[in-house]
Structures are given as C-alpha cells and as structure tokens.
C-alpha cells in the first residue's frame, strides 16, 4: 500500500492492505517466511543486530518474523492501536497481556464472568505470585467502583462474557481505572475486532483470540495484545519472546489472510445470528434466548452503543434443563457440536457439561449457566437452513 497517510482508510480496506512487506519477486499475496532464523551479511552484522533490531530486521522467529510482523501491522490498523503483539494462543495473548505487566503486591479487578481459562490465570495463577485479584460482577459499574483502589494496577474483563453475553460498559470502566492511573485489559473476542470500539471508549489493551472470528474457519490458535507502541513493545514483547508465547509464521499467514474477509464473515455471521436469536425468541420450549442486541437483553442500549452488530453468538435456556437440551443438540442436523466460535460452520456447545464443566454448581447459578442453557455460535451456512435446523431440534425437546 503506498503512503495514504493524508486521508484515513477504513478498516475494511486496511484489512485487506495494511502491514503488506513485499520480498524483491513482488508477490501480490502476502508471502509465508516460513523461517525460524536468519542469515547475517557479516559477523558485524550479526552483533548489530542482537544490539537493536530494526521492525524489519529479524533475529528467530521467537522474536519477530516478516509474516508475524505483517499480521500485527494489519490488526494494529484495524483495532486503531499503534502496535500489536501475536501470540501463540488467545491465552497466551491474556497471561502475556497481565503477567508481563504485574508484580508482587499489585492488585487486579476483573469482572467474574470469564472463560474458564482466563479464571485460572486470575483466580490460581497471579494470586501465587503476589497478585492480589478481586473479581466482581462486570456488569454492576457500582462494584467496579467499590472495588477499585488507589494501587489497582489494571481491570480486566470481556467485554461480552461467554456463554451468557453480558455486556461490560468500557467508558465506566475505563473512567474509574484511569482515575487512579490503572491500565483497562478487554478481552474482546465476542465483540470481533469488525465491530470493537473498545480503544475508542477506553481500553489501553485489547486481546483477541484469533482462532475465533480472525481465522474463521476453525484452522489455527492464535491471539493477539493490541496496545500502545510502549506496552506492546517494551512490557508485553520481552515477556512473551522470552517465555515463548510467540505466533508461529504459519499461523500468522492464516490469520493474515482471514483478516481480509473477516469483516464480510462476521456481519453475514450477525446478520444470522440476530435472525436466529427473533425466530427463537418466544418459543414455548425455551425459558429465555439472549443475545445482546435483542430488545430483551438487559444491557440492550449498552450493547447497541458499544458495538455496531450484536456478535455471531447467541445463547438459550431450553426449558426442561439438561436432558432436554441434550436432546436438542443430538436433534441438530446442520449445526455441530463442539466448542469453537467464530467458524464458517455453526457450532452448539453445552457450557454446563463441557467449557464451563469444573466450575462449582454455586458458580455456574450465579454466572447464569443453567443445566438447559446452549450457546449457538452462527457459521456462515443460509440463515433460513440453520433457523430450520434449530427450530426442527427443539421439536424434540
Ligand atoms: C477462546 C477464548 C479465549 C482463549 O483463546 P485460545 O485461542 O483458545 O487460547 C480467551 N477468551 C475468550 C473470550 C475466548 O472466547
């Protein structure tokens, strides 16, 4: 792309653009380096460059390569971040995002509602280390308030909670953090990075997990910490390249090249998804159907505010709990059982039995993981097929 830095593209043409580094063949698909190290002219050469290394300068692929570098560049535009830093897991995007930048005797508020591994790292891995953690209900800013203090080093939460969709508000968040200079960490991977105005309302740092809606045909792992050039470069990259979280140059491909239609995906995905969540809601066999930009939803304004689609996932209650709700997901003819997001295939998980499994009884209750309760993530088949597909499974309820 050559320098348009005197008008602002749209992210939907620097999905396509943005980061490209051409080798001397001027290839039009972005090459795959698929390369752990590189060759030095000199001796010289070498040492110059273990002493500072320029961004197109490359050492090991732990550190950087001209792949990993492109799909960072990419999403860094479209997140409107001036740096990113790709990860080998969402996970890794996560515990690189906080544990790069906590010590001993800090302390951390994050809202409760939380993937099951991001409740690890928050409720059994930081605490180990010092890392006095504080987890609230994320919806409730009274209790953000509450529980922030004057040494809260940063809050995190998703901004839209898995499985049960609720919404956090980023700007209330982000007014009270910033107040006593603590850094906002959302991990927004419901809310793609199509439809986010995280930095917009606040957030320092976003995370992604782009095996989800990044890649979007449920090939690879792969996360992501966009952030300030200053957190990306000097907190969250010498963790991460010295611990070993870094995105392998394959994956970095895949994910660049998702990145392209990524925004045309995931708006068929909600348009789906939104068409899913009206046809269902209502149906005698389910107590409730949520998705956050159903009328319905609690937190609807906020939702409609926040982002400018309601995601591709929805969630429902089927009325007679476990039994009926696995009769249900057994029914489905079209949509998969399994445990991603975010694919081109739509996908019904049972949070209860398997995502949200090790969670005590008393936690799932208050989280709203009821017995009946599937999460549906919208793939990218005929709306009509799937909401015929579902409507047929709950016959069998
Ligand atoms: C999937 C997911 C993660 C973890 O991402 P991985 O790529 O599986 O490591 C973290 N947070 C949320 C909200 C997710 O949906």
Redesign the pocket.
């Known amino acids: 792309m050559k320098d348009t830095s005197n008008r602002p593209l749209s992210p939907r043409t620097m999905a396509v653009h943005a980061g490209t580094r051409r080798s001397q063949y001027g290839e039009v698909s972005e090459a795959m380096f698929l390369t752990q190290g590189f060759v030095y002219d000199s001796a010289e050469a070498a040492e110059a460059r273990f002493l500072e290394a320029s961004r197109e300068e490359f050492i090991y692929a732990r550190y950087g390569n001209p792949t990993v570098a492109m799909f960072e560049d990419r999403i860094a535009a479209i997140e409107e971040t001036e740096d990113a830093f790709a990860t080998a897991?969402?996970?890794?995007?996560?515990n690189g995002a906080l544990v790069s930048m906590l010590r001993a005797g800090d302390h951390v508020v994050a809202g409760r509602a939380?993937?099951g591994?991001?409740l690890y790292i928050l409720d059994e891995v930081l605490p180990r280390y010092g890392v006095e953690v504080t987890l609230i209900d994320g919806t409730d800013i009274a209790a953000w308030k509450a529980a922030i203090r004057p040494d809260t080093k940063a809050c995190f939460f998703?901004s839209v909670?898995?499985p049960t969709l609720e919404v956090v508000d980023i700007a209330g968040v982000a007014a009270l953090a910033h107040d006593v200079g603590a850094l906002v960490i959302v991990?927004n991977?419901?809310a793609t990075p199509a439809f986010s105005r995280a930095v917009e309302l606040g957030a320092d740092v976003v995370?992604y997990?782009?095996?989800?809606h990044v890649d979007g045909q449920g090939r690879c792992?792969?996360?992501v910490i966009c952030g300030t050039t200053e957190f990306v470069r000097k907190t969250a990259e010498p963790y991460l390249k010295h611990t070993g979280g870094s995105m392998s140059p394959f994956n970095a491909w895949v994910m660049l090249k998702g990145l392209e239609h990524m925004d045309l995906r995931v708006r068929a995905q909600a348009a789906t998804a939104m068409a899913l969540a009206e046809a269902l809601e209502g149906h005698p066999k389910l107590a409730r159907v949520i998705h956050p930009h159903l009328a319905s939803h609690p937190q609807c304004d906020l939702a409609r505010a926040q982002m400018e689609e309601g995601g591709t996932v929805l969630s429902f209650d089927v009325a007679g709990g476990k039994e009926a709700a696995f009769r249900v997901l057994n029914a489905l003819e079209i949509v998969l059982i399994s445990n991603?997001?975010g694919d081109a295939k739509s996908i019904a998980t049972h949070p209860a039995t398997t995502t949200h499994q090790r969670l005590p009884d008393d936690q799932k209750t208050m989280l709203g993981i009821t017995p009946g309760l599937i999460r549906l993530s919208c793939g990218l088949e005929d709306a009509g097929d799937l909401v015929a597909d579902v409507l047929g499974a709950l016959d069998h309820a």
């Open positions: 897991s969402g996970m890794a995007a996560v939380l993937f591994s991001c998703e909670s898995n991990d991977v419901f995370v997990s782009t095996t989800k792992l792969g996360g991603n997001l």
